[in-house]
């Protein structure tokens, strides 16, 4: 249960770096092509209410089950285990950004890969990643979709936390992150 809103926090200080991270990039000259940034949104956008459902599977289930399974079932299990824990979370964390062929993002999904390694490291199970990794996917394209529909982008990917919210999820990230690491594992 602790997962849920430790996840929701991770989401949000994700998202924010994500967001002030494209800025620096802009400011730089090397921001996301807008065809590429377009396309990442469109995956995401639901047409209809029939196509919620398809697109909740394809969207939040199968890519957090699937991805979860290869990253840290198997990439960061064999790793710790030939390696150690420090390689291997930081080495399923690297191939799990390395995946998503998107240098403009590789940082906030390096830093995801890493929460999602953390939690299968403390827990000994691969059920809070799978979680966390969802609930992030879905909050991704509630947030996509409150915006396209409603105009609502409080979710959205456009505009910042407030400070006192960025702060706020950071350190109850943090706090969250400190209480998992003590809880004892699940199997």
Not at 16 to 24: P, R
Not at 118 to 128: F, M, R
């Amino acid at each position: 249960l602790l997962t849920i809103p430790v996840a929701f926090c991770c989401s949000l200080v994700i998202a924010e770096f994500d967001l002030l991270l494209a800025d620096l990039l802009n400011i730089l000259g090397w921001g996301m092509p807008l065809s590429f940034e377009k396309n990442l949104l469109e995956i995401q956008v639901v047409s209809s209410l029939g196509e919620a459902p398809g697109g909740l599977a394809a969207i939040v289930l199968a890519q957090a089950l699937c991805e979860e399974l290869f990253f840290r079932g198997f990439v960061l299990t064999g790793l710790c285990a030939h390696y150690g824990p420090r390689w291997a979370l930081g080495g399923s964390a690297l191939l799990f950004a390395a995946s998503h062929f998107n240098p403009w993002q590789f940082l906030p999904l390096f830093l995801f890969g890493l929460f999602l390694g953390a939690l299968v490291y403390w827990t000994h199970s691969i059920y809070p990643a799978i979680l966390a990794h969802a609930l992030n996917n879905l909050f991704s394209m509630a947030g996509i979709n409150l915006r396209t529909y409603l105009g609502l982008d409080g979710m959205g990917s456009s505009q910042h936390l407030p400070i006192p919210l960025a702060v706020i999820a950071t350190l109850a990230l943090l706090a969250g992150l400190l209480l998992l690491s003590r809880q004892p594992t699940i199997m």
